[in-house]
């Protein structure tokens, strides 16, 4: 009990911004017309590719000998980058066509 | 002062997610919303590869960082430069699984790290905490992954439906068993059971596997969506991992606006996301096809006749579905659309929620072939005018215009929100043959008397029409 109350006071400012951020996705999103959701959906995939800054974190924290955890993440680093550039790109190209009219 | 400035570059960060996903919301401001969130994401890594520090100590490893982020970069650039629109789906889904890929891998490196506190048994609850974010980040990592590997091999056709019996029952033990597993280590871990934390990692992957086979290849827009906000957590958990608000904003704010987004999916289709995940709707209804009191004499038209009763219309409304999508005849279309206008033909899109492969997906399919946005009409503003409308066009659409969803209380689809073209004074119905849609019914709409036929395949349909049209 002790314990999980002391996670909770270490961690206070992180639950409220969990909170919060509930609110304002729920907030954000409800007004999208259903004619964005895919590009919508390609976007927040992208968002979610900052899930790389953990890997870059990671990967600089491995001293340099420990070639099964520098290869781990080397891998995590690559994977986390495609999500980042490959979810950016793809909703970028989708809402550029929304942009050419007549 | 490195360390303030990089706490400043996620500031930055977290709120370009929120007003870039905000931008998205609009049409005119969509495309600076993504740019701007891509710029905010930015900042952040670069921060972080250059100002982060722990206990005074910076990162190190650059040419593994950099290496990593080069080779990503040119193979998430090529991806998605080259990938057809119609493709868009599967390729938000690979994303999507290198994202809960990435989240699984930093759980397990963490873990590695923890390994030695491990075996000497000196883990204080603080670790626990720690232990806890790291067994959730491994855990809905690997779901995603997996699960979205399957989502991509079935939207490009490459991995078929598969369901066992008592599949479901058995996928409920197995998340069980994952769960219990978890706590149960978290609560005795030591020197002698921490290799079963791998085994964790091994049965997430094949629950991941499980719990998207069965569902059909048409509900795969949701599960994406699902497993989309899945990613979304496992990335806020690296947030608890390493005190990192960003990560934790853009995490969450993925998560609700997924799982939101899911809902809104379900809703459009009239099923609950429980009926879309258990139910494996898409495998075992359509075998059992209902046979509907609807059945009877349906009237062909040939490409002549089409293509003067739409030449001499006032207004057509043409209504694309799943089969204009499959058959990549988007262009076709518009050259079609093009002409009927140089004729005086007044022409317009009526575009329902679910139609195409996404909610939007048709849309982005149009706005791929030209379609000006204006042309496109929602379902509420198109069912107002079908009624002053003289021919309907459906491109191999078949639930979304079923008159059963608003008839017959027995249909599957009842209740559901269709287009309602029987309004209209003509429809042609192109579809490849009689078969029923996904939904597995009759379509009573085929066998009414101002409906007629259009058999064939919806780009070589287009095309004759096309040039039968240029000839007249």
């Known amino acids: 009990m002790d314990s999980i109350l002391g996670w909770i006071q270490t961690h206070i400012e992180m639950i409220y911004i969990v909170i919060l951020s509930i609110f304002l996705g729920i907030e954000v999103i409800g007004r999208v017309p259903s004619v964005l959701h895919t590009p919508l959906m390609s976007g927040a995939n992208a968002i979610h590719g900052v899930v790389i800054i953990g890997a870059i974190i990671v990967m600089g924290k491995v001293e340099p000998g420990n070639y099964a955890a520098l290869i781990i993440g080397f891998l995590a680093v690559v994977l986390g980058t495609l999500n980042v550039v490959g979810g950016f790109v793809v909703t970028d190209r989708m809402l550029e066509m929304f942009r050419k009219k007549k | ?472």
């Not at chain 2, 309602?420 to 066998?447: C, D, H, W």
Request: aromatic residues 8%; neutral net charge; glycine residues 12%.
């Open chain 2, 1 to 472: 002062m490195g360390l303030s400035l990089l706490t400043v570059c996620y500031l930055i960060g977290s709120v370009t997610f929120i007003i870039g996903l905000k931008m998205l919301s609009h049409p005119e401001t969509a495309r600076r919303g993504n740019l701007l969130a891509a710029a905010g994401m930015t900042i952040a890594i670069f921060g972080t590869i250059f100002l982060y520090e722990e206990e005074g100590v910076r990162l190190g490893n650059y040419p593994w960082i950099f290496g990593g982020l080069i080779l990503g970069t040119v193979i998430g650039l090529l991806a998605a430069k080259k990938v057809k629109m119609t493709a868009m789906p599967e390729m938000v889904s690979l994303f999507n699984g290198m994202g809960g890929a990435c989240a699984a891998l930093i759980s397990v490196i963490e873990f590695g790290h923890l390994a030695h506190l491990i075996n000497a048994g000196n883990l204080t609850d603080i670790h626990k905490g720690t232990l806890l974010t790291i067994f959730l980040g491994l855990i809905i990592g690997a779901v995603s992954f997996a699960g979205s590997m399957i989502a991509w091999g079935k939207l490009n056709g490459r991995i078929r439906d598969f369901a066992f019996k008592g599949q479901q029952v058995f996928n409920l033990f197995l998340l069980a068993a994952i769960l219990t597993g978890a706590g149960y280590l978290l609560m005795t871990l030591n020197g002698s059971n921490y290799a079963l934390f791998y085994v964790l990692a091994a049965a997430s992957l094949v629950y991941g596997v499980l719990f998207v086979l069965p569902i059909g290849g048409a509900d795969m827009p949701v599960v994406i969506s699902l497993l989309n906000s899945f990613t979304g957590v496992a990335a806020a958990c690296g947030g608890f991992l390493y005190d990192n608000q960003v990560m934790l904003t853009g995490g969450i704010l993925v998560g609700a606006a997924g799982t939101l987004l899911t809902i809104l999916m379900c809703k459009a289709m009239n099923r609950s996301l429980t009926n879309v995940l258990i139910g494996s709707f898409g495998g075992s209804t359509s075998g059992t096809a209902v046979k509907g009191d609807a059945g009877g004499v349906y009237k062909e038209i040939s490409i002549a006749d089409a293509a003067v009763c739409m030449a001499y219309a006032h207004k057509v409304i043409i209504v694309p579905g799943y089969g204009l999508a499959v058959a990549q005849a988007q262009h076709v279309c518009h050259e079609l659309e093009k002409m009927l206008e140089d004729k005086g033909v007044e022409v317009t899109y009526a575009i329902h929620p679910v139609a195409g492969r996404m909610p939007g997906h048709m849309n982005v399919l149009l706005a791929e072939a030209d379609v000006s946005y204006d042309k496109l009409q929602e379902m509420e503003q198109a069912n107002d005018q079908f009624r002053n409308t003289d021919v309907v066009l459906i491109l191999g659409a078949n639930d979304v215009v079923n008159p059963a969803a608003k008839t017959d209380p027995a249909s599957p689809i009842y209740g559901m929100p269709i287009l309602e073209v029987e309004q209209a004074k003509t429809v042609i119905v192109n579809k490849r043959s009689m078969k029923p849609g996904y939904a597995g019914i009759e379509n009573a709409l085929f066998f009414q008397p101002k409906t007629s036929m259009l058999f064939g395949d919806a780009k070589a349909a287009l095309q004759q029409l096309v040039s039968e049209i240029k000839s007249l």
